[in-house]
């Protein structure tokens, strides 16, 4: 699994090289399931929300940063 090591993650999400993973596998040794700590899996489950928000935002328009500050100035927010 180390090749698969996805450098482009946030370094806030869980990366499956930092879980405790147990595997429960077949009498040929093919893995079929797999255990995970309850966090890890409550870590997973905000990750997925996350990158569903991120898909269902991806054709909205943007703004820059600059804009941001301006509106929350604006607002009384900065």
């Known amino acids: ?7 482009w993650l946030p370094s806030y999400m869980l990366h499956v090289d930092d879980m405790h993973a147990e595997y429960v596998t077949d009498r040929n040794g093919v893995k079929k ?3 995970i700590p309850i ?7 905000e ?3 996350d990158l569903a928000s ?3 935002r991806k054709d909205e328009p943007t703004i820059s940063h600059e804009q ?3 509106e929350l100035k604006k607002n009384g927010l900065l």
């Open 47 to 49: 990750d997925f929300e």
């Open 33 to 35: 399931s797999v255990i």
């Open 54 to 56: 991120v898909a269902e």
């Open 68 to 70: 941001v500050v301006e």
């Open 39 to 45: 966090n890890d899996f409550y870590e997973l489950l």
């Open 1 to 7: 699994m180390q090749k698969l090591k996805q450098h």
